[in-house]
């Protein structure tokens, strides 16, 4: 199985970015899908979470209303919308296949300049 991110990058405070994740070697159309993210010298922390098809989302109180999770089972990718960043927001961020196993990526760096 395979996870990666891509989309990351340097922006200013309020920009957006569109982070994506690619997924193969498994189908994930069964399973829910999260993002997570890891801010230099902190422990990683869950941001937001969709599942299977995509009728339940979940997100961190802090980019609730900021950052939209979706997915296409189709073309087994998901994605995360963030707009309005903050410089709270620099982090790298994870996708992960929460499957038989939970499958993550190497990440991807989002770094927002005040």
């Known amino acids: 199985v395979q996870v990666v991110e891509s989309g990351g990058g340097l922006v200013h405070s309020g920009d957006s970015l569109s982070l994506s994740c690619e997924v193969s070697?498994?189908?994930?159309?069964?399973?829910?899908m999260s993002w997570y993210r890891q801010p230099a010298g902190q422990a990683r922390e869950p941001v937001a979470s969709?599942?299977?098809?995509?009728?339940?989302?979940y997100y961190k109180d802090v980019v609730e209303g900021r950052f939209t999770i979706s997915r296409d089972n189709s073309k087994n990718t998901a994605h995360l919308q963030m707009d309005s960043l903050k410089p709270e927001d620099t982090a790298v961020y994870y996708c992960?296949?929460?499957?038989?196993?939970?499958?993550w990526g190497q990440g991807t760096q989002v770094t927002v300049s005040s």
């Open positions: 992960v296949v929460r499957g038989p196993s939970d499958y």
């Open positions: 969709i599942t299977s098809a995509g009728r339940n989302t």
């Open positions: 070697g498994i189908s994930i159309s069964r399973y829910a």
